[in-house]
């Protein structure tokens, strides 16, 4: 019987290996500017076409490399970065293994061009698909420029499986943000179809935060700073507004490397707690500093998941940090230790018990003096008399007319909702129906009624102009994604350009959509819209528009409105859920209620 295993020729297993290292363009981006900030560059160039799938080229003015380096440094597991085993566990570079060059070069067409400071001439090297094409000396400046040129060219069932342009170029402003907001000392500028995206100096924390996320972020920001010798933490956390519902703005970084944790992202989340909206995630920037030996960072490919040695020792640090950074900026609550809150409702004052003055002074002040009987005692015999005279069996016992049934279940013979229906202070409507009181959201039950009359929806391309211009300041995210939309908006009633240092100037709205909602509107857009195709960004905007529309309309409505509102429901079924999944009423459970008496 033959021999069946066989050993792999190089450029098999270098495309295997790749598979691990390179899995998109923005895998490329990521490698090769933790190279540069390991190469010691305080400038770093990223140049970008076609979303990288033609190029993508990073310029940076580091130490270099030799001719005999730049060769080697594109053969497997080798590195200047680790030299032992021991090196392994104090790791304080981005890159070690040895592996993100080779397998680059075995997945596309890699130009190098590299200088040391003290060498007359640099050199420059071609490798295609793995294979040294050529190399020679070159008059290049010092520092290194690499050129990845037609990624996957020779995998093409791993080329075809890539995103759309938007989508890969999102996922590189991804990996350049992570980067750049790790290395605040480090100038950063990119580039995508020759076209300026971010331009960034030199500075702090914070100005590197702002010139990322636009200045919209920085009132919103809150200082984090904590030095326990072992562990420094420091950074940035926004208050409870600045929330979102999506996962965009939270960041970790461990000795100015960036990596995720949902354990320590608890933390942060728990530390917000009672401040934060059901769903909502907090925005933050956290610097942690401690000693390379007490971390590990070789768990996996990407590098993004670190193990600390003292884990539920850091998420202790977070929480206790934030909590006590917002209570300095007096955003927690504040709790009364000596009160007892189930007390509070039995002494509130009452104005129909208690003796209540009011005075005015002459002339054109007016001022009221508000008098409180503070020895009204609601338990007494005096002040209960009126209770007490009400007998519950003479209520049952009374001659009165038998009891209608319920209105809602004759709905064909009565029409009235009147003592079917109430409204709540938070903007919910309670309603009886089939002996049960459901808690209503008009405007999706409103949205649910529009898009059953209308199997399309056609949006009224007649703007109304505003009397003056709304300006938006947009970040660099927004200003990409404006883009990638824009085309649509002039359709939809919008009349809007960006007039100068990335501001948004809106002339024109759809009818309907009042101002004031105009950029909470926008701002949803932004938030949730991922470079969506025409047909999923009609649907979006509909369902958004809907939202707003809604929301403006039930900001103030009559009862006889609602009552014909919950009419036309019925008449749909009654559906529990909206076309994206989102209750319309919930039932209220006065059961569970009446066992707490």
């Not at 956390?237 to 990596?259: D, H, I, L, S």
């Not at 070789?298 to 040695?309: A, L, S």
């Not at 391309?461 to 211009?469: C, P, R, V, Y």
């Not at 309907?512 to 932004?526: D, H, P, R, T």
Request: aromatic share 12%.
């Amino acid at each position: 019987m033959s021999d069946i295993i066989q050993l792999l020729p190089d450029h098999v297993a270098n495309q295997i290996a790749a598979g691990e290292v390179v899995q998109r363009p923005a895998s490329i981006v990521k490698e090769l500017m933790e190279n540069a900030i390991d190469a010691g560059a305080s400038k770093v160039e990223l140049i970008v076409r076609n979303a990288g799938k033609n190029l993508i080229q990073v310029v940076d003015n580091g130490v270099g490399m030799s001719d005999t380096d730049a060769r080697l440094a594109f053969e497997r597991h080798a590195t200047s970065k680790i030299k032992s085993t021991e090196d392994i566990f104090k790791i304080a570079t981005k890159g070690f293994r040895g592996e993100a060059l080779a397998s680059i070069a075995a997945v596309a067409q890699v130009e190098l061009k590299t200088k040391k400071a003290e060498a007359s001439v640099g050199t420059n090297i071609y490798i295609e698909g793995g294979e040294l094409q050529f190399q020679e000396p070159v008059q290049t400046l010092e520092g290194s420029n690499f050129l990845i040129k037609n990624l996957f060219f020779n995998v093409p069932a791993r080329r075809k499986f890539l995103k759309n342009d938007n989508i890969e170029f999102r996922h590189i402003i991804d990996e350049f943000q992570r980067v750049a907001l790790a290395h605040e000392n480090v100038e950063f500028e990119m580039f995508h179809n020759d076209e300026p995206i971010f331009r960034l100096r030199k500075g702090g924390q914070m100005q590197r935060i702002v010139e990322v996320f636009g200045r919209k972020i920085q009132p919103l920001l809150i200082p984090i700073k904590e030095d326990l010798g072992w562990v420094t933490l420091n950074g940035f956390v926004a208050k409870p507004e600045g929330a979102k519902k999506t996962r965009g703005e939270q960041f970790f970084f461990v000795n100015g490397r960036y990596f995720r944790s949902p354990y320590l992202s608890k933390a942060v989340q728990e530390a917000f707690e009672g401040l934060l909206q059901p769903g909502y995630i907090p925005s933050f920037f956290l610097y942690l500093e401690l000693d390379p030996e007490k971390i590990d960072v070789n768990i996996h490919p990407q590098k993004t998941e670190v193990k600390f040695e003292d884990e539920a020792l850091i998420f202790a640090l977070l929480r206790s940090t934030i909590k006590k950074a917002l209570g300095i900026y007096n955003i927690a609550p504040s709790l009364d230790f000596d009160r007892d809150p189930a007390m509070d409702a039995f002494f509130q004052p009452q104005p129909s018990k208690a003796n209540i003055e009011i005075s005015s002074s002459g002339g054109s002040s007016f001022s009221k003096a508000v008098k409180v009987d503070r020895s009204f005692n609601p338990f007494t015999s005096e002040k209960t008399s009126a209770i007490e005279s009400f007998n519950l069996s003479e209520m049952y016992n009374a001659d009165v007319p038998t009891a209608e049934p319920s209105k809602i279940n004759l709905f064909e013979d009565d029409d009235d909702l009147e003592e079917d229906l109430f409204r709540l202070p938070n903007g919910y409507w309670l309603f009886n129906k089939d002996g049960k009181t459901l808690m209503l959201d008009l405007g999706r039950i409103h949205r649910v009624i529009l898009q059953s009359q209308q199997k399309e929806f056609k949006p009224n391309k007649n703007g109304q102009h505003l009397l003056f211009s709304i300006e938006y300041h947009l970040n660099e995210i927004e200003k990409n994604k404006y883009k990638s939309i824009k085309k649509y908006l002039p359709s939809l009633g919008f009349d809007m350009v960006i007039a100068h240092d990335n501001v948004l100037r809106i002339n024109a709205v759809p009818e309907g959509l009042n101002e004031s909602a105009v950029a909470g509107f926008l701002e949803k857009i932004f938030e949730i819209l991922d470079y969506r195709t025409e047909d999923e960004f009609m649907s979006f905007y509909q369902d958004q528009w809907l939202k707003v529309h809604s929301k403006s309309k039930f900001d103030f409505i009559y009862k006889t409105e609602v009552e014909q509102l919950i009419k036309d429901f019925i008449d749909l079924g009654f559906p529990q859920y909206t076309a994206y999944g989102k209750k319309c009423f919930e039932e209220i459970p006065f059961d569970d209620f009446k066992n707490k008496f």
